[in-house]
């Protein structure tokens, strides 16, 4: 089986202590819940959770859907936005797999990246790392006015932005989230192609600014 790979790459540096961590935690029940009530994804989309503070670790492995747990997460401290990208290409390279001469490997992996401050680290380096591997699309989230959305654009064309860092903002880009994981399913599951353009997608709610 083919599978499509969503990698959840999430901020949970001080600065989102309180709603905003909370709004995540709620942000990724929500998801699973509305994936799970689709066909399309139970069939086909793996999540695994990455979370980065002062350094970045991956919390859920890719998992199927029905066997997910969403990770318990907390506000740590500085923004580590370098190591989160080399942490997620590890995670791609090991978890992934790839198309062989007797079989097709799995649909190239979707990537959320959500921040909400500046990188505190070499983030350059860890591009340099995150460009070797391939990807499908990545979708960087700026949340809120502290984060910079033209160091995300460095890091992939598809950067949305939200005005805040709350409930309703976080919660709305989770929903859109899972509507692209559906629509993503659903695509390769009936023409075998996969979503590269954000066009592809369902469009974002008011909330979410295209940058």
């Not at 978890?95 to 500046?118: C, I, N, S, Y």
Request: hydrophobic share 40%; net charge negative.
């Amino acid at each position: 089986m083919r599978r499509l790979p969503v990698y959840l790459v999430l901020d949970v540096s001080g600065s989102m202590h309180g709603e905003a961590i909370e709004a995540v935690r709620n942000g990724m029940q929500m998801l699973v819940s509305t994936l799970r009530t689709d066909p399309y994804a139970l069939e086909t989309a793996f999540l695994s959770v990455i979370v980065f503070d002062s350094t970045a670790r991956q919390l859920v492995p890719l998992t199927e859907l029905m066997s997910f747990q969403p990770p318990t997460i907390d506000a740590g401290s500085t923004t580590a936005l370098g190591d989160a990208l080399k942490v997620t290409k590890e995670c791609i390279e090991r978890e992934v797999r790839k198309t062989t001469a007797t079989e097709k490997g799995d649909w190239k992996p979707l990537v959320f990246l959500m921040t909400d401050g500046q990188p505190t680290d070499d983030w350059k380096r860890g591009l340099d790392e995150f460009r070797k591997i391939k990807t499908g699309m990545v979708i960087a989230c700026a949340a809120g006015p502290q984060a910079d959305t033209n160091i995300l654009k460095q890091i992939t064309e598809v950067v949305v932005s939200l005005d805040t860092a709350d409930s309703s903002t976080i919660g709305a880009f989770f929903k859109w989230v899972s509507a692209s994981i559906s629509t993503s399913s659903k695509k390769v599951d009936l023409t075998k192609a996969e979503s590269s353009e954000i066009s592809a997608l369902p469009p974002p709610p008011p909330e979410i600014n295209l940058v």
